[in-house]
């Protein structure tokens, strides 16, 4: 059974920093993209970030610049690299994993507040 489990999520200011990590209970090699999917209250989960297979990465024009998502395939393990946080980016984080066939696959979720 996959999991995919959340950290690093916490109450911050704006303009500070966080790292969520994601780790995969199997070899993230056999997903072919994991990102990461934020849901903020009243609104609907929207993609962040997304690395596929190959290394491709994808973001969201909102995070463009500002987040980087990258990948441990020895730990089994994808990041999320938050810098110059903004109350607007306040949401429960999800980690996601694809496969060719299954999925798609979710954490628990990690919440990240941004406030002064």
């Known amino acids: 059974q996959v999991q995919l489990v959340e950290s690093g999520g916490g109450l911050v200011q704006p303009g500070e920093s966080l790292r969520l990590s994601c780790a995969a209970s199997e070899k993230i090699v056999t997903y072919t993209a994991m990102g990461w999917y934020r849901q903020a209250p009243g609104k609907q989960r929207e993609e962040v970030a997304v690395?596929?297979?190959?290394?491709?990465?994808n973001y969201a024009d909102s995070v463009e610049g500002r987040f980087t998502i990258s990948r441990d395939i020895f730990k089994n393990t994808v990041y999320l690299q938050m810098n110059s946080l903004k109350p607007e980016d306040t949401a429960v984080y999800y980690c996601n994993a694809k496969k060719v066939q299954g999925g798609p696959y979710w954490g628990q979720g990690t919440q990240v507040t941004i406030s002064s």
């Open positions: 690395i596929t297979l190959s290394g491709s990465r």
